[in-house]
Each structure stands twice: as C-alpha cells, then as structure tokens.
C-alpha cells in the first residue's frame, strides 16, 4: 500500500527565508507523486508533480521539489517566502495505475511571519 | 471553460437527517472522485468513478455513504442518518483519465458540512 508522511502539521517561516515543507513517501512501486496547495476557503491546486522524467520539477509560484529515491523524499522548498504563500500544502503520492487514485498526506499549514 | 463546481458550498443539518451534496465536473472529464477533508485528517478518498466501469467505493466509510454519477457527468454524494462525526468538507474532483496515469486531478471549491 501506498502512503505519504508530511513532518509537520504547521510550519512558520519570515517573510524572505526559505521555505522547507518535507514530505516521505512509500510506496511498493515506482511512484508519481505531487503536491498541491489549498488557499484558504478554495479547492486543491496542484503545483507540481513528479513523473519520472526529472528528479528535480519545478511547480507554479516559484516552488521545486525534488525526488530522492535513497530518501524516500519528495521535499517541497522556495528560496524566498511571500506573505502570499500562507496556505495548506497536501503531499500525495499515486501508482498512476488506471484508477489514478491518489493518496495525499495529511497536509502542512505553512504560516508566513512579517 | 468552468471548472468543476460544488453545491452547496455549506450546508448545515441536523443529527439524523439525509444530505445530498452535487458535483459538476469539467465538461468531457472521464474520472469523478469524492474525498473528505476532516480537520487535521488531510484529504480521506471515497469514491471514484470512471466512465461505464463500476465505481471504487472502497473508502466509504459506511453504508449510510452513497453517490451515483448520472449519465458520465454529475455526480451526487447522499449520506444517510447524518451523524455529528460525518461534519466535514467534501471535495470533488475530476480528471481526463485516458489510460496510464498520472493525469493532474481537478478540485471543486467543497462543500462544508455540519451536523448538529
């Protein structure tokens, strides 16, 4: 079975510094795994997921995360946080089988300090 | 064009009653799913339909959980003997699902749910 952890269930962070939202994953093969952003009072967006093809992606609104298999890690980061950023962030994690259905994580609230 | 759309967006019952929540998917997504999104419990999957093919009901929580798709297009999520536990925000998703996945999910903005 497959299952995602996110370390943390709020994280706070200063205007300007980096942003680190960690997310472990684990699954009984080769994963896809994304994560996706929810402002307040909306639905789930996605930012990014990985595929495969680079270990490394790059998502909307300046965030990366990058795959480590030997970590089983999927971390979310951004160099420099804007107030904007201030929302809930779901790690998930799916097979791509057919049925596509994923599992997400139980979700961080990253909180933007002025 | 739209996206996928939810009603209503709050909905306030009392212990015991039925609710009926909808969901209007992306015109042309093959792939329906319901998820629910409890307090610090992140997003619990419930059903998943696809196309003609049977849905996944397994995370129903119980029988008093239902939801058909009428005609590949919008879907309804009926709980029975609503109960103070069942207090949530229901979110609906949709995907073109074509084959081999993973195919980007698409969410509704929910709707809140409250059991007095």
């Known amino acids: 079975a497959q299952s995602v952890t996110q370390l943390g269930s709020h994280v706070s962070v200063s205007e300007g510094a980096l942003v680190l939202l960690r997310c472990n994953y684990s699954?009984?093969?080769?994963?896809?795994l994304f994560w996706y952003v929810q402002y307040p009072n909306q639905g789930l967006q996605l930012l990014l997921k990985?595929?495969?093809?680079?270990?490394l992606v790059k998502g909307i609104n300046g965030f990366e995360a990058e795959f480590k298999k030997s970590e089983t890690s999927f971390h979310l980061t951004k160099p420099s946080a804007h107030m904007s950023d201030a929302a809930e962030y779901f790690c998930?994690?799916?097979?791509?089988?057919?049925?596509?259905?994923?599992?997400f994580g139980k979700g961080t609230r990253l909180h933007i300090l002025p | 064009g739209a996206g996928v759309s939810q009603s209503p967006s709050n909905k306030v019952t009392e212990k015991g009653k039925d609710v009926e929540l909808r969901c209007d998917p992306i015109?042309?997504?093959?792939?329906l799913y319901w998820y629910r999104q409890s307090l610090g419990q992140g997003l619990e999957f419930l059903i998943y339909?696809?196309?003609?093919?049977?849905?996944?009901k397994s995370g129903l929580p119980s029988d008093r959980f239902s939801a058909e798709r009428t005609g590949g297009s919008v879907s309804t999520l009926t709980i029975q003997r609503t109960q103070q536990e069942d207090s949530a925000v229901y979110l609906c998703?949709?995907?073109?699902?074509?084959?081999?996945?993973?195919?980007?999910?698409?969410f509704g903005p929910g709707t809140r749910l409250t059991v007095t």
């Open positions: 998703a949709s995907s073109l699902n074509l084959g081999t996945g993973p195919y980007e999910q698409y």
């Open positions: 699954s009984s093969v080769p994963p896809y």
């Open positions: 990985y595929t495969s093809a680079a270990t």
């Open positions: 998930a994690v799916s097979d791509g089988g057919r049925d596509d259905k994923i599992i």
């Open positions: 015109s042309g997504h093959t792939a």
């Open positions: 339909f696809q196309g003609n093919s049977a849905p996944d």
